[in-house]
């Protein structure tokens, strides 16, 4: 019977939630890295025993680790993350000119297909790559020397990049996102970028319809449809069926576009999720209610789904990677909590269980789902 | 420079062919590097913060970046450097440290600022 691994990132430490294929019984491993902000955990498409994560402290700055065992053991790897060449500046907050400057790695990417490659997405906003297992870490620097990114501007959270998306059907296309400067795609591997943000509007930019300066929270696509993206903005859930050429907005019925998380079913291309959250100012759900919503239909009409969830003076957040799923036949969903619970439906999100309730707040969710 | 990273560190002594510096770690850190106590490192040539920091970071590879940032080499923002009941922190890395660090008959000490979390 099949397996799943749960990779939980949280403010204080990583844990690693197994399960059978029943999603019933969870063991729960943990705290690894007891102590230390675990932005991002993932393991690799290619061998679901190599792992990576990132690890970092405001006192000892980055690290990576790596496992080759499936979470059980852990090595630390390559923490250098030269900018190439002269880093520039980027806007700050005020819109004055900043300097670039390494803080953390929010981000990891592995491969589809070689254990040893992964991406990292990192603030100030880069792209990095590692061909190596971690072992050291080359920027792929077409992206900010693109032109705009003395433009780009720090979100709440920081000016990171935080979304990275690898096209299944072309290893020469990678599409990732920056808070506050937009989505971005690559058609040659990463020399030469392009911004991909027709269509967004921000009211908090001075021109809403800019090409660069939007805070996009995350991306997401279907592994089979690779040009078809969606997008939870700072405001707005969008969609592109271009490659994110053009967006148009599908958030429909939904009680906030406010949120932070998006995924897609593992086997349903137009069936999305989201996490709607009241607003920028108020980062918790709606009436207190914590409500997944789900559409079946590429958006536009969602429903609530509620069983399992709090429904009364739930104040919690749920972050821009702290949602995943799994790849079982009855697909699985997975989303952690800043108060530290992660809740799981093992039915494509009729009904929901905590696997656990009392973590740190939980920065981050990825599935591995194992033969 | 020569170091030992077998056995107990916390009452090594130095040899003939240069000082034994004793330095004691964050708890994080010494969790990284995987000791406990104190580390012990023999310094050839003049004791500064400089020189036992890369004598530290060349025993254990994992620390670097943890205390000086890679890219300017400067001390990190939240810790903070202490010998002999001084502040050592922003006194210039290439300048001797105390005797009493020197010959380790004191240790020095990489602290954490308390800063919440």
Redesign the interface.
Known sequence: MSEVRVLVGTRKGAFILSSDGRREKWDVSGPHFAGWEMYHLKGSPADPNRIYASQSSGWFGQLIQRSDDGGKTWNPVGNKFPYEGVPGTHQWYDGTPHPWEFKRVWHLEPSLTDPDTVYAGIEDAALFRSSDGGASWQEISGLRGHGSGPRWQPGAGGMCLHSILLDPGDPQRIFIAISAAGAFRTDDGGATWKPINQGLRSQYIPDPAAEVGHCVHHIAMHPSRPSVLFMQKHWDVMRSDNAGESWHEISGNLPTDFGFAIDVHAHEPDTLYVVPIKSDSEHFPPEGKLRVYRSRSGGNEWEPLTKGLPQSNCYVNVLRDAMAVDQLDQCGVYFGTTGGQVYASANAGDSWTPIVHDLPAVLSVEVQTLP | MTGDRSGDRSRTTGDKTGAAVRLEL?A??RT?AQVEGEVCLRIDGPVTLTSVLNALEQLYP?L????R???TRQR?P??RFFACEEDLSHDSPDAPLPDAVATGKEPLLVI??I?G?
Do not use: E, V
Not at chain 2, 64 to 67: A, D, E, F, S
């Open positions: 964050p994080h850190l990284l994992m670097q970046g943890t205390i940032d890679h890219a990190r939240f810790l954490g600022a800063a979390g």
